[in-house]
C-alpha cells in the first residue's frame, strides 16, 4: 500500500532528483509508477502462496504448478497485447496482472484449508482495519493532486487553496519542495493511524523481533 499510494506520485520527482531530468521521462515515471504496483500484487502473491506451499499437501502443490504454468503462458499473452500501446510499462502491467491472478488462486486455496479445519479464513486479521485503509486511499489522493499541480500548476487551480499559485511556488524547484512536504505530511498522517488503529499488530510484531533476538 506504501508503494501503490505514494510510489506512483513521486517516481516521477525521485528521477528527477536522482538521475536528473534527463531520465525524468514520461515513460521512465509510468514504468517505475507501475512496478510500485507490481510491488504489491508481488507481496500478495507471495504470502499467500508462502501458506499454501507451507499447508498444502501432493495435490495442492500439483495444481500450485499447473497454475504456475498457465500463468506463464497468461504473462505472454499480456506482454504482447499490452506492449504496442504501453510500451515498456505493458511488462511490467502484464507481470502484476499475473501475480494479481496467482495470489488469488493461492487465498482460495489457503481458504479451503481454513475450511477444512472448520474454520474461515481469518480475513479480519489478514487486512488493515477500515480506517487504515481509508487514510491510505486518502494519501493517495492528496499526492495524487498534489503531483498534477507539480507538473502544471494552471490545471490544479479548480481544487487546490489560493495559497499554491503565490510566486513563491511557481518554478519547478520550488515545487518539487512543497510536494515532497506534502507526501511527508500525508505519510505522517498514515502512519498516526497505523499506529492508532493496528496497536495488536504492531505488538505482535515487536513480540516477534524480540524473539528472534533471543533466538
Not at 62 to 77: E, K, N, P, R, W
Not at 185 to 208: C, D, P
Request: aromatic share 10%; charged share 15%; proline share 5%.
Amino acid at each position: 500500500l506504501v508503494f501503490v499510494c505514494f510510489g506512483v506520485n513521486y517516481t516521477p520527482t525521485l528521477l528527477i532528483l536522482l538521475p536528473g531530468k534527463r531520465w525524468a521521462t514520461e515513460e521512465a515515471s509510468r514504468v517505475l509508477g507501475w512496478y510500485c504496483v507490481y510491488i504489491m500484487t508481488l507481496a500478495i502473491n507471495g504470502i499467500s502462496e508462502a501458506f499454501v506451499f507451507a499447508v498444502a499437501g501432493g495435490a495442492e502443490i500439483a495444481l500450485l504448478t499447473g497454475i504456475h504454468s498457465a500463468c506463464s503462458v497468461l504473462f505472454a499473452l499480456l506482454a504482447f497485447y499490452l506492449l504496442p500501446s504501453l510500451g515498456s510499462a505493458g511488462v511490467v502491467v502484464a507481470s502484476s496482472i499475473v501475480m494479481l491472478v496467482r495470489g488469488s488462486l493461492a487465498l482460495v486455496l489457503a481458504s479451503r484449508y481454513f475450511h477444512r479445519h472448520t474454520q474461515a479464513l481469518p480475513w479480519a486479521q489478514s487486512i488493515p482495519r477500515p480506517l487504515v485503509l481509508a487514510s491510505f486511499l486518502l494519501a493517495a489522493g492528496i499526492t495524487t493532486l498534489s503531483e498534477q499541480w507539480r507538473r502544471d500548476p494552471s490545471t490544479a487551480e479548480k481544487f487546490l487553496p489560493p495559497f499554491l499559485a503565490l510566486g513563491v511556488v511557481e518554478s519547478p524547484a520550488a515545487r518539487i519542495v512543497v510536494h515532497v512536504a506534502v507526501g511527508a505530511t500525508a505519510f505522517v498522517g498514515v502512519l498516526g493511524s497505523v499506529a492508532l488503529n493496528e496497536r495488536k499488530a504492531i505488538q505482535m510484531i515487536r513480540k516477534e523481533f524480540s524473539r528472534t533476538k533471543v533466538d
